[in-house]
């Protein structure tokens, strides 16, 4: 042995020769001469200061080359991806203190409806609490946007126009409510009013149907159904992935797992079906509801299962589709 090498210290320790050894701490670099490392499990010292291995040493064993984990020129970060601490990590140990971001994307979000009162107030008997502009704005948030809430707008013509130009302030529009065939669902006349083009105005899934995606005056704009259960799902298809891409995410992906029902399933064939369930390792629990505005029921569901349009039938242990929640 002719000596240590600590983590942090130079290689002017020595140089390794035929016959000589030298004590190596992990993250130390590797000496001249040396191309190979045996741990010290498998290392006896001598009362000599010699050394016996129980086992023979390969060239390049426990060493990595420099220019192993990326070499000189490499991308490392790509465009495109959002920021993680792995991509931090990766800033740190090359240098960077400052790197180019996309900003945030601003979402505004409006609810609609003459039976909206504040989460504060008491409602009356003919009145709801706002949940859903509270529902998104946490959606949002967690999708990396930046969440404005605007007053709930009124079923008028007017007044909605006039909170739909707020809206279109901001990057992107949500809209929850008062899109689909009713009297005062008036959410696309106002939009019409405003120049939008339609990209769709209808979606064969449940709950969700009536949700549609326009552009207004340079902005995407989602209309979304008003009962909680449809807006989280329609969030999660739809909207989501466009505000990941306002934030500069090159390819979003929608997590599509797999999982073994715990007990039989059935539903009405012509609609896929987005419903709440409870994913537990790789098994899955449909949770019954009351329709898309039984919040309780989604409170306790951290998935959707995915039940497709032209199958009505899943015996317990058959294989379904699920995506967990935001």
Do not use: C
Request: no cysteine; net charge neutral; hydrophobic share 40%.
């Amino acid at each position: 042995m002719i000596g240590e090498l600590r983590a942090g210290e130079s290689r002017s320790t020595g140089s390794i020769n035929k016959g000589t050894a030298l004590e190596i701490m992990t993250g130390a670099p590797v000496p001249a001469g040396a191309d190979a490392i045996v741990m010290t499990e498998h290392v006896e010292r001598t009362d000599t200061g010699n050394i016996r291995v129980d086992r023979s040493a390969e060239p390049g064993q426990w060493i990595n080359p420099q220019g192993a984990e990326a070499k000189a020129g490499t991308t490392l970060i790509p465009a495109g991806v959002r920021v993680d601490a792995s991509h931090v990590s990766t800033l740190a140990m090359t240098g960077q203190t400052t790197v180019s971001v996309y900003a945030r994307p601003r979402v505004a979000i409006l609810a609609t409806g003459d039976e909206l009162v504040d989460v504060a107030d008491s409602p009356e008997p003919y009145q709801i609490r706002n949940s859903n502009s509270y529902a998104l704005a946490a959606l949002v948030a967690h999708t990396g946007g930046q969440p404005t809430i605007l007053p709930p707008a009124k079923d008028l013509l007017d007044a909605l126009t006039e909170s739909l130009i707020e809206g279109l302030r901001h990057d992107l529009l949500l809209v929850t409510g008062g899109v689909s065939a009713g009297k005062y669902d008036l959410v696309k006349p106002a939009l019409r009013q405003l120049g939008a083009e339609f990209i769709f105005q209808r979606v064969r899934i449940q709950p969700g149907q009536p949700t549609a995606f326009g552009i207004a005056s340079g902005k995407p704009v989602f209309g979304l159904p008003g009962n909680p259960g449809s807006s989280m799902v329609t969030y999660q298809l739809f909207a989501q992935p466009a505000i990941e891409i306002l934030g500069g995410l090159a390819d979003p992906q929608l997590p599509i797992l797999e999982a073994r029902l715990e007990t039989a399933f059935h539903h009405k064939r012509g609609l896929t079906r987005f419903l709440p369930a409870h994913l537990n390792g790789s098994l899955l629990r449909h949770i019954p509801w009351q329709g898309s505005s039984d919040v309780p029921a989604l409170a306790r569901a951290n998935a959707f299962l995915i039940a497709d349009h032209d199958r009505e039938g899943w015996a317990a242990g058959d294989r379904i589709r699920v995506i967990p929640k935001p």
